[in-house]
């Protein structure tokens, strides 16, 4: 099992920039892959990042790409988002995820544990 912590959300004004940590422990963290989702209330919770097991692939949603950036660190067991150029709809709760495979996914279920969230607020 795989316990993940999220750390780094605020509030901060448009255009600025915050950078999420997730600090993982349980499990080989160098064997998975990893991710980043979001969540708005009364929303289905979407993709945002993904980033292969050595941190040599990644993909992310239409909607960040070319603002944030995932990487990780595998000697830290940690995972990162730098969110760059932030709007006012980036503001939800953001979640960290550890998946079943070593290449990323975009897909929920292929992510076997969740962090609990970090609130990301971008007031318009």
């Known amino acids: 099992q795989v316990q993940l912590v999220e750390s780094g959300g605020g509030l901060v004004q448009a255009g600025e920039s915050l950078r999420l940590s997730c600090a993982a422990s349980?499990?080989?963290?160098?064997?998975?892959?990893m991710g980043w989702f979001r969540q708005a209330p009364g929303k289905e919770r979407e993709f945002v990042a993904t980033?292969?097991?050595?941190?040599?692939?990644?993909y992310y949603a239409d909607s960040v790409k070319g603002r944030f950036t995932i990487t990780r660190d595998n000697a830290k067991n940690t995972v990162y988002l730098q969110m760059n150029s932030l709007k006012p709809e980036d503001t939800v709760v953001y979640y960290c995820?550890?998946?079943?495979?070593?290449?990323?996914?975009?897909?929920?279920?292929?992510?076997?544990?969740w962090g609990k969230g970090t609130q990301v607020t971008v007031p318009s």
């Open positions: 995820a550890a998946a079943n495979q070593a290449w990323g996914t975009t897909r929920r279920n292929e992510y076997r544990n």
């Open positions: 980033i292969s097991w050595s941190g040599g692939s990644t």
């Open positions: 349980g499990r080989t963290f160098s064997n998975y892959a």
